[in-house]
């Protein structure tokens, strides 16, 4: 079987990528194989794991249900990007604070989803945070260091955003 | 007791020096793996790199009467397709037997089946292509003529033994073992009371969050075998693709990046990985294969199938007179290869009743084949199933006679000072800390006053239940484990540690690194014992080539064993520092000291030089130096403990759920653990290793289950299907400490990797069975699904 492929025109992590996709293919295996972006993994490839997560328009997608084709005139940001510009410095540097990671493989997802909590989910409980991260495996730790450190870099924006008012 | 500060890990007079072990450093080297910068491998590229994928059998147990590979043969990309004849020439089989373990039996195991599939997904084709995508293509053009044959998927049926897996082997057992100690009938009928029950343990599977994977690259040019392997033992594999590929020991070199996870998973021989190795020497070529998640499902080892009727004969005081169980497990069609599928139930054998001191002990394992995926040792090897069984029939001997479960357990555990002690399995414990753990539980979780919380909330209908699970877990596995047995597994591991000119330490290491965090608390034992910053040392582990020979990750062995490598290792570079610092500045070596990377006049504490300034001089202008001396900055140490079989840690973890008697469903509230690991590198490492040791225990005891149709059919291989413990579902966990550094080693320490998953099952169950205590329900099979709730309620 030939792949069958089309024209798509996206971006990935600021830089254009202007490329015939193969239309079956998704996106994080685009990312990994053809971009050689291989921060974003691949746990289960239908859905669950959440290891493959990246962003699309700002939004966190799974990569193993989006179809490469998806992101045409679309951004995409990575683990890689996303590390480049800074977003997660402060998530980064509260995971290793806390030791929230141990093989790492979860961890490209689980960050993005912290970004997305810390964004959108300001003022979450620790009961909420484990909800919201509950489309993230992690086989490793308890989950509990991982609470710990959004919790922290929740309370430190939430204090800031206080002293303000 | 050694408290952590007496350890002899500092030179004496070393007051300003900084001791890193004991202390929540960040892991060192670990910030590239939140960066999207870690090398998994699928990550890796090749050039001229194809890729395999395997046909796997649809059936469990079937012939292969005709396998016809032509029509994949033309698919586009297709490089090569293989049979099992084919790849045999290139890899001889193997049969997973331990001289050990007396009687054990298994039959040849191909890389590839040849004639026959015994389990589904069992790999009976291979096929080479370009990508991947190209290479799954081409499945679908496999064209096999099955002769199904009767399955035997049911542990008991196997032992009857009406459908025979290996006709050559007469029947379906693979290992039995019995043991009974002197005079137990006559002890057992002394007792007031006894207790019986029959606990069921279904499979579940490591599911890492990183699938197995291999990248094989034979240069022939060499007869050289460079394997790129998500592996928790590169020798051992070194070892095994030499012996069945046919290549000296010497020309193979496995190595072992990052690895999204193990759980003793990656530890084993799985014929997939054996069959891209030999495919890799028969095409000349990198070959990569890369588990999709159904193949994880169908062909990861499987764990714990157990059905064990176990007794409890104690007094009416409560004093526990003897243990009696009976153990059936089944593991699939194959033992597997090279640690065997003997090992699991015997541990089971080894370790019922361990933390009691009671004298009295009969234990019958029978191990059987059956036509599911083969089983082997999983996080925990046995334990969740020992501790399980005997928490669970000591809470119903407690029940029966009236007393609380705590003070039941304050009576029979084996008291803090009756060490050295030989239990009735004949394990032998060095010194263990039951008494002390158990109090700082009761503390920790106030258990009077949670028990009037249970009590107040009960009376309004909700209800809760608070279940203890006491428990032993082995670790630092003596040659006794494996190497005895005639298994080619090192037991002893190695440290190689340099100072290099700039003054950094560079370690190289045996034990691997799957994230538990191995490197970092290395980096803090060599920081300690040469006397630098912990930014200073650099780790390197996971290569053949470059590496000390040693057994690597498994059984809580890492910081243990070649924990106490490094720190012998440090400790002899540290004098080797001073010695060539000396000289330099013409005193004698027994004036100066290392401190924090500097090395200083130990009485004034007088800055002398830093490291760089040792490793120019060593290393540059030796001509500068004493005729008569040879600096010797690069220091190799090994160990291997020997003096006990294994080391044993030990600790008790608490459960407090609340059951919904409407809907069946268990909600978890708290978890705690007390555990004594030993001397504590990193407090934070070990807290969070504990917590996703417990989290692993509970997924087995909750959620987690291979479920099998009676013809052998997988039906839960998706994520989807198979739950594994999410965020939402986990409860807060406490940790707790004791220190009872083991004697046999400087260091001190025992290995905590197992112990959560150990004592979480047993807990969790016997607070849902005290929950349903008042309603006169019970389960007893794992996992306890609602469904299975409902039913022990009587109410489905």
């Known amino acids: 079987m030939s792949e069958h492929c089309m024209h798509a025109q996206f971006t990935v992590n600021g830089e254009t990528v202007d490329a015939q996709v193969p239309v079956r293919m998704h996106l994080v295996d685009y990312l990994r194989d053809e971009l050689g972006l291989t921060g974003s993994h691949l746990g289960c490839e239908h859905g669950v794991c959440g290891a493959c997560q990246v962003m699309v328009d700002g939004q966190v997608v799974r990569g193993c249900l989006t179809l490469a084709i998806q992101a045409n005139g679309k951004q995409v940001q990575t683990i890689e990007g996303l590390t480049e510009s800074r977003e997660l410095q402060q998530l980064q540097a509260a995971f290793l604070e806390h030791n929230a990671f141990q093989c790492g493989f979860c961890s490209s997802g689980m960050l993005l989803t912290a970004l997305e909590i810390t964004k959108h989910h300001k003022k979450a409980t620790r009961e909420e945070i484990r909800e919201l991260i509950s489309g993230n495996y992690c086989r490793c730790t308890g989950y509990q260091a991982i609470v710990n450190a959004i919790e922290s870099v929740l309370v430190k924006s939430t204090s800031k955003s206080g002293a303000k008012v | ?796």
């Open chain 2, 1 to 796: 007791m050694n408290a952590p500060h007496e350890l002899p890990l500092q030179a004496e007079v070393v007051a300003t020096q900084e001791n890193y072990v004991g202390q929540s450093v960040p892991r060192s080297g670990a910030k590239k793996l939140l960066e999207g910068r870690g090398t998994y491998l699928d990550d890796l590229r090749l050039p001229r790199l194809v890729h395999v994928v395997y046909f796997r059998s649809p059936h469990a147990h079937a012939v292969i009467k005709q396998l016809d590979l032509s029509q994949a043969r033309k698919q586009p990309g297709v490089v090569a397709v293989f049979d099992g004849h084919e790849v045999a020439k290139f890899c001889t089989p193997w049969v997973g037997v331990l001289g050990h373990l007396k009687g054990i039996r298994s039959a040849p195991q191909y890389a590839i089946a040849p004639e026959r599939a015994c389990w589904q997904g069992e790999a009976v084709a291979a096929i080479v292509a370009q990508t991947r995508r190209q290479a799954e293509d081409a499945l679908d053009h496999v064209l096999v003529d099955w002769d199904l044959l009767p399955v035997v998927t049911d542990m008991e049926a196997s032992l009857a033994g009406n459908v025979v897996i290996h006709p050559d082997l007469g029947d379906n057992k693979c290992f039995s073992r019995e043991l009974i100690t002197e005079n137990f009938e006559a002890e057992f009928a002394k007792a007031d009371v006894v207790v019986e029950k029959v606990y069921e343990f279904s499979r579940h599977t490591g599911v890492t969050n990183e699938p197995r994977g291999i990248l094989a690259d034979y240069n022939p040019a060499e007869n050289l075998l460079t394997v790129y392997q998500g592996t928790q033992t590169p020798n051992m594999m070194q070892d095994i693709f030499s012996r069945h590929l046919g290549i000296p020991e010497s020309n193979v070199r496995v190595i072992c990046k990052d690895v999204g996870g193990s759980f003793g998973i990656k530890v084993h021989v799985y014929p997939d990985e054996m069959a891209t190795a030999a495919i890799s020497v028969m095409l000349k070529r990198p070959v990569k294969f890369s588990a999709d998640r159904i193949e994880s499902f169908l062909t990861d080892i499987h764990a714990r199938e157990h059905k064990v009727k176990i007794k409890l004969a104690c007094t009416h005081q409560g004093d526990i007179i003897a243990f009696d169980m009976n153990d059936l497990t089944g593991i699939g069609p194959y033992s597997v290869y090279p640690r065997t599928s003997g090992i699991e139930g015997n541990q089971v054998v080894n370790l019922t009743g361990g933390p009691y001191k009671h004298k009295h002990y009969k234990a019958k394992l029978d191990v059987v084949f059956t036509n599911k995926n083969v089983t082997c040792q999983y996080r925990a090897v046995g334990h969740p199933i020992a501790m399980a069984i005997t928490e669970g029939i000591v809470d119903e001997a407690a029940r029966k006679i009236g007393m609380d479960p705590a003070e039941f357990r304050r009576r029979n555990l084996i008291a803090d000072d009756a060490y050295p002690y030989t239990f009735p399995s004949g394990v032998k414990f060095e010194k263990l800390s039951h008494h002390q753990c158990l109090d700082q539980l009761m503390t920790l979780m106030d258990y009077k006053g949670l028990r009037q919380e249970q009590a107040n909330l009960r009376a309004k209908g909700i209800y809760r239940g608070i279940g203890l699970a006491a428990m032993i877990e082995v670790t630092n596995p003596s040659p006794a484990f494996y190497g005895v047995g005639g298994a080619r597994i090192s037991a002893q591991d190695g440290a190689t540690i340099r100072l290099d000119p700039a003054g950094m330490v560079n370690v190289l290491v045996s034990v691997t690194e799957q994230g538990q965090g191995t490197e970092a608390v290395f980096t803090q034992i060599a920081a300690t014992a040469v006397g630098v910053k912990v930014e200073n040392v650099r780790v390197i582990t996971g290569d053949t080539a470059i590496t000390p020979y040693g057994g690597g990750t498994w059984a809580s062995r890492g910081a243990g064993i070649g924990g106490e490598a490094v720190l012998q290792a440090g400790k002899v570079l540290r004098k080797h520092i001073l010695d060539v610092a000396a000289a330099i500045l013409k005193v004698e070596s027994a004036t100066l000291d290392l401190v924090n990377g500097v090395v200083v006049d130990k009485l004034s504490g007088q800055e002398q030089m830093p490291l760089s300034e040792v490793g120019r001089v060593a290393y540059f202008r030796p001509d500068t130096l004493p005729m008569n001396f040879q600096s010797e900055l690069t220091v190799t140490r090994h160990y291997t403990p020997r003096e006990y079989g294994f080391t044993f840690t030990n600790g008790i973890q608490a459960s407090y759920v609340e059951v919904d008697t409407e809907t069946g469903f268990v909600k978890l509230l708290k978890h705690w653990c007390v555990e004594d690991c030993g001397t504590i590198i990193n407090p934070m490492l070990v807290d969070e290793q504990i917590r996703g040791g417990i989290v692993q225990g509970i997924g087995g005891a909750m959620f987690e289950e291979c479920m099998y149709s009676e013809d052998g059919q997988l039906l839960n291989g998706s994520m989807a299907d198979y739950l594994v413990p999410m965020a939402g579902e986990m409860p807060d966990m406490v940790i707790g400490h004791v220190q009872t550094p083991t004697k046999t080693s400087e260091l001190g320490a025992k290995g905590v990797g197992e112990a959560g998953t150990a004592g979480a099952p047993g807990a969790v169950m016997n607070a849902i069975n005290d929950a349903l205590a008042p309603l006169n329900a019970n389960v007893s099979v794992q996992p306890f699904t609602p469904q299975r709730v409902l039913a022990a309620l009587g109410k489905i």
